[in-house]
């Protein structure tokens, strides 16, 4: 028998997150596949701390990071790069994950080659092309290549359903980044960052504060901005933490509105293992990024998810997510009544995790392995419990 190779394509830190438990386990089955890695390094720094963490090394990295790189000319090095190692390569199928740039051009490249593609987390969907953008529209691009579809929940399926894609290509795993929480969560994790440590050792309430996305620049964010500090000042003893993402963008509106508060700690991003290990020590979580709103719930973390839409629906079906904009005074509110209402607190601390058991990747796999003929065994599908 010989083994089928799997290039796996990977370029951000969330998606590289997420593909590392699936890279992983793959080394279980050495009889059934042999596994080719290529990172595009669309983010080079945070990509890396992940690579760190999982110990893993592409077998490829294309390193197309640029300075004021426009997604155009991103798009045009990822294509290139990604067929010469097609070309060479001659994978029997190529993975990607998620709504990347990367993601997106992978499966156009492999598409062009005739090659069958797996989309790790297919399914996620706004509606809304603009936001997130240009996220929402290349998970759709994808979609429409995409062989196998590996969608996190049964949302997930009904909106490929919707698009009329064939049912039985459509397998609901769960979200492979719970399963790469087992291998970075730990109950004695020893901090990088010295003010952490202080801030967790002083036993503090920590109020967890994220923001980047594009489509949140500006008064949006000031808008966030503004109800953090009022949090901040209203309740003294909370330590709020925020990693303030490096765009001068972001930091133009933060700092000038929170960096004189004695109980916000505006900190540099975090790498992967502090920044999940921060998650499940937080009291409360804020935050505009997609994959905070599938980890958190994971710790019991109530998490207002700072956007005015979601492709992550789930969480706030089951109540564990809130999805409050960034008007001002709606935030304000709702995260002061989690504060101070502990019977809202607790229904959403004590809700289910619809995203996953840390089986994905073994589901994963087993659909592969059916797909090529190895087995036919009936994989059980994820379902929230």
Known sequence: MNPKKIAIVFG?????????????????YPEYFKVITIATAQHRQMLDQVLDVFKIKPDYDLDIMSSKQTLATLTARIITGIDEILEIEKPDMVLVQGDTSTTCIASLAAFYRQIPVGHVEAGLRTNDKANPFPEEINRRITGCITDLHFAPTETA?????????????????GNTVVDALKYSVVDNFQFTIPELTKIVDQKKKIILVTMHRRENWGKPMEGACKAVKRLAEKHPDFAVVFPVHLNPIVREVVYPILKDLPNVHLIEPLDYLDFVNLMAKSYMILTDSGGV??????????????????????????????????????????????????????????????????LSSLRSIKIIMNYFGFTNETVEEFHPR
Request: glycine residues 6%; hydrophobic residues 35%.
């Open 157 to 173: 399926r009904q909106a490929l359903l919707k698009e009329n894609t064939d049912p039985k290509n459509i397998f609901v795993t």
């Open 293 to 358: 709103q599938e980890e958190g719930p994971h710790f019991g973390v109530p998490i207002l998810v700072l956007r005015y839409v979601t492709e992550r629906p789930d969480a706030i079906d089951f109540g564990t997510v809130k999805l409050v904009g960034l008007d001002e005074e709606t935030i304000y509110s709702t995260a002061l009544q989690l504060i101070e209402d502990k019977a809202e607190y607790t229904k959403m601390s004590n809700a289910v995790n619809p995203y996953g058991d840390g």
């Open 12 to 28: 951000t830190r969330p998606d590289t997150i997420k593909m590392a438990p699936l890279i992983l386990e793959f080394q279980n």
